[in-house]
């Protein structure tokens, strides 16, 4: 699989991410792709391994390392280096609907269960997934594939995030008439309207829209299921359901009263109120997306703010380069857990997952900007601190875990001047008005409940459910997983049998 001895013959090479000075001017992409024949050698360091655990998704003590879409890596990165990026598509395509978002937003479980990791650094797989994909969209590779045949079945897919994209996008390719549902303005979920552009440009996503509705599938966005139209309706018009709707109840901060206080906002509100503001103004269609002609008061602004960050996750980084490209004057994150080994540790070997120190591209900006990393670990707010009903301050105090209960460490309080309070703490389930209307149980941590975690079907006749909203908050390519096998189900409840 790629060169025998690439490995050997090349370093890895990650794409350059410019300067931080030049990137946070706009809201673009900044990853500069390499050329087709470095990108052909990072190809070729993909070992001839034996058992290629980067695709295998092992779960070892609690964590998964490997691919959870079990994608045929070695497979396809051996067509990469041999030219045959076509074929290496088709490869891909197999087992990735969305290769364009996994390639730019997923953490790359497969890099950290390389074997060649363990000696060198790992293969810049992540990176070639997004090559091929991108390149399939510039040669027109990527053409509506529409079935031959309809089942004369009819799904309603209720929420576009990854999951539900995944959902319509197998189903439809099976045969069956898929409608897809969507509360918000435009289809994505959190692909939308939760990833800033900067990290997952929106064309992206409007793309592979074009793309599915060329092949059959209808979206219906603007339509709140349980609002808007009752599940009884579709119950009664649609042969399945699947409830696809993500994990969107945020996590609140004890301390902080969000209905009295001004400034305080959750964090998955904020993102979402720049990408709108963005879109509305026009700038992505601009060669430089920025918030330069966006209405004044139209977006939550972090310009001339001290803001504090709670949550050190992929979220609260992604709030930290949003502050930034704002022009906030201060920027702090604030994280529970302790700060993690810059090494792995005896304790944590290769192919575990890494218990490793993740600087991402928000982190570097900040410390390019202000001098410093933002984060501040084993750290909680204690309390915010108003005057009129708008923040000014929060008081900090230090944490540790006692016989596994967080506790406060006496004498290490601290107040940080904040203008702007985002809370990324993460998500607790579903938001329960739709699971009542189809009349779902819910789980004990608010997710639809089923059986086993690999059953989709609930308590409800015609009534399926995937992603987030069935295994809570996880990763883009969890999601996608998901709606693959959840799609399998309700093909197979549909036709008696699935070949999916």
Request: hydrophobic share 35%.
């Given at each position: 699989?790629?060169?025998?001895?690439?490995?050997?013959?090349?370093?890895?090479?990650?794409?350059?991410?410019?300067?931080v000075?030049?990137?946070?001017?706009?809201?673009?992409?900044?990853?500069?792709?390499?050329?087709?024949?470095d990108r052909?050698?990072?190809?070729?360091?993909?070992?001839?391994?034996?058992?290629?655990?980067?695709?295998a998704?092992i779960?070892?003590?609690g964590?998964?390392t490997g691919c959870p879409?079990h994608?045929?890596i070695p497979?396809?990165?051996?067509e990469?280096?041999?030219?045959?990026?076509?074929?290496?598509?088709?490869?891909?395509?197999?087992?990735?609907?969305f290769?364009?978002?996994?390639?730019?937003?997923c953490?790359?479980?497969?890099?950290?269960?390389?074997?060649?990791?363990?000696?060198?650094?790992?293969v810049?797989?992540?990176?070639n997934?997004?090559?091929?994909?991108?390149?399939?969209?510039?040669e027109?590779?990527?053409k509506?594939?529409?079935?031959?045949?309809?089942?004369?079945?009819?799904?309603?897919?209720?929420?576009s995030?990854?999951?539900?994209?995944?959902?319509?996008?197998?189903l439809?390719?099976?045969?069956?008439?898929?409608?897809?549902?969507?509360?918000?303005?435009?289809i994505?979920?959190?692909?939308?309207?939760?990833?800033?552009?900067m990290k997952?440009?929106k064309?992206?996503?409007?793309?592979?829209?074009?793309?599915?509705?060329?092949?059959?599938?209808?979206?219906?966005?603007s339509?709140?299921?349980g609002?808007?139209?009752?599940?009884?309706?579709?119950?009664?018009e649609?042969d399945?359901?699947?409830?696809?709707?993500?994990?969107k109840n945020?996590?609140?901060?004890?301390?902080?009263?969000?209905?009295?206080?001004?400034?305080?906002?959750?964090?998955?509100?904020?993102l979402?109120?720049?990408?709108?503001?963005?879109?509305?103004s026009?700038?992505?269609?601009?060669?430089?997306?920025t918030?330069?002609n966006?209405?004044?008061?139209s977006?939550?602004?972090?310009k001339d703010?001290n803001?504090?960050?709670?949550?050190g996750?992929?979220?609260?980084?992604d709030?930290?380069?949003?502050?930034?490209?704002?022009?906030?004057?201060?920027?702090?994150?604030?994280?529970?857990?302790?700060c993690?080994?810059?090494e792995?540790?005896?304790?944590?070997?290769?192919p575990?997952?890494?218990?490793?120190?993740?600087?991402?591209?928000g982190?570097?900006?900040?410390?390019?900007?202000?001098?410093?990393?933002?984060?501040?670990?084993?750290?909680?707010?204690?309390?915010?601190i108003?005057?009129n009903?708008?923040?000014?301050?929060?008081k900090?105090?230090?944490?540790?875990?006692?016989?596994?209960?967080?506790?406060?460490?006496?004498?290490?309080e601290?107040?940080?001047?904040?203008?702007?309070?985002?809370?990324?703490?993460?998500?607790?389930?579903?938001?329960?008005?739709?699971a009542?209307?189809?009349?779902?149980a819910?789980?004990?941590?608010?997710?639809?409940?089923?059986?086993d975690?690999?059953?989709?079907?609930?308590g409800?006749k015609?009534v399926?459910?995937a992603?987030?909203m069935?295994?809570?908050?996880?990763?883009v390519?969890w999601a996608i997983?998901?709606?693959?096998a959840?799609?399998?189900?309700?093909?197979?409840?549909?036709?008696?049998?699935?070949?999916?």
């Amino acid at each position: 699989m790629g060169k025998s001895t690439g490995f050997m013959e090349y370093k890895r090479v990650d794409e350059n991410s410019g300067a931080v000075k030049d990137r946070i001017k706009n809201f673009n992409e900044f990853h500069k792709h390499l050329n087709e024949d470095d990108r052909i050698k990072q190809a070729a360091r993909c070992m001839d391994c034996g058992v290629p655990m980067c695709q295998a998704a092992i779960r070892l003590k609690g964590m998964v390392t490997g691919c959870p879409l079990h994608n045929l890596i070695p497979e396809w990165n051996d067509e990469i280096y041999q030219g045959h990026y076509e074929h290496a598509l088709s490869r891909l395509l197999k087992t990735s609907n969305f290769p364009e978002f996994t390639g730019r937003v997923c953490p790359a479980l497969c890099e950290k269960a390389c074997i060649c990791g363990t000696v060198e650094d790992a293969v810049t797989i992540h990176n070639n997934e997004l090559f091929l994909i991108e390149k399939g969209f510039e040669e027109g590779y990527m053409k509506p594939r529409i079935p031959a045949i309809r089942s004369g079945k009819k799904v309603a897919v209720v929420g576009s995030g990854p999951s539900g994209l995944a959902v319509a996008d197998q189903l439809n390719r099976r045969g069956h008439s898929v409608t897809v549902y969507e509360r918000d303005d435009r289809i994505g979920g959190l692909l939308m309207y939760g990833i800033p552009n900067m990290k997952l440009q929106k064309e992206v996503i409007i793309r592979r829209q074009k793309l599915m509705e060329a092949e059959g599938v209808v979206f219906r966005t603007s339509v709140d299921v349980g609002v808007d139209i009752k599940a009884a309706d579709l119950l009664k018009e649609y042969d399945a359901v699947v409830l696809s709707c993500g994990a969107k109840n945020p996590r609140p901060l004890a301390a902080a009263d969000m209905k009295n206080t001004k400034g305080i906002y959750y964090a998955v509100d904020f993102l979402k109120s720049t990408t709108k503001a963005i879109i509305a103004s026009g700038a992505l269609l601009q060669d430089k997306v920025t918030l330069t002609n966006a209405k004044e008061g139209s977006y939550i602004s972090a310009k001339d703010k001290n803001v504090v960050i709670v949550g050190g996750g992929d979220t609260g980084n992604d709030c930290v380069g949003t502050c930034i490209r704002h022009g906030a004057s201060s920027v702090t994150q604030i994280e529970m857990m302790p700060c993690p080994p810059v090494e792995r540790s005896a304790s944590n070997p290769w192919p575990e997952w890494p218990k490793v120190l993740k600087t991402d591209y928000g982190q570097e900006e900040a410390i390019g900007v202000y001098g410093h990393d933002p984060r501040i670990y084993e750290t909680t707010v204690k309390e915010v601190i108003s005057k009129n009903g708008k923040i000014l301050a929060v008081k900090t105090v230090k944490v540790k875990f006692d016989n596994g209960k967080l506790v406060e460490v006496p004498g290490t309080e601290s107040t940080l001047k904040c203008d702007l309070l985002l809370i990324a703490a993460g998500f607790i389930g579903c938001q329960e008005y739709v699971a009542k209307d189809f009349g779902v149980a819910l789980s004990k941590r608010n997710t639809v409940a089923t059986s086993d975690p690999d059953v989709y079907t609930t308590g409800v006749k015609k009534v399926f459910t995937a992603g987030d909203m069935h295994r809570g908050q996880s990763l883009v390519v969890w999601a996608i997983a998901e709606g693959r096998a959840c799609a399998k189900q309700v093909d197979e409840y549909l036709m008696g049998y699935s070949n999916m």
